[in-house]
């Protein structure tokens, strides 16, 4: 079973900046998809960045140009660095992973989920 342990939210102001990291155990990290989705009271969770490989990412419209994915497969971890930050993006994010191999379309979550850590940009 793959194991994802989230850090880094916290309570921020407008405008400022937050790096979420997420370390996975249990699984050859660097053949796994992996993904930042957000949930907010009331909403469904949604994507916010995912990657596959190097240069091979996808951002939700509402952060382009502010949040950034990256990963690190020796440290066997994932990374959002999160700028300019509104109160919209106040939520618990979660990280998941997936095969690449697998049978799913790019993009799309898999079964291992992470516990969440909250973020919230006060106004």
């Known amino acids: 079973q793959v194991q994802l342990v989230e850090s880094g939210g916290g309570l921020v102001q407008a405008g400022g900046s937050l790096t979420l990291s997420c370390v996975a155990s249990g699984t050859i990290f660097s053949i796994n998809e992996m993904g930042w989705y957000r949930q907010a009271p009331g909403k469904q969770r949604e994507l916010v960045a995912a990657i596959r490989t190097v240069g091979n990412t996808n951002y939700a419209d509402s952060v382009k140009g502010r949040f950034t994915i990256s990963r690190d497969n020796a440290k066997k971890t994932v990374y959002l660095q999160m700028n300019s930050l509104k109160p919209e993006d106040t939520a618990v994010y979660y990280c998941?992973?997936?095969?690449?191999?697998?049978?799913?379309?790019?993009?799309?979550?898999?079964?291992?989920w992470g516990q969440g850590t909250r973020v919230t940009v006060s106004s």
């Open positions: 998941n992973a997936r095969p690449l191999s697998d049978d799913q379309a790019p993009w799309t979550p898999g079964a291992s």
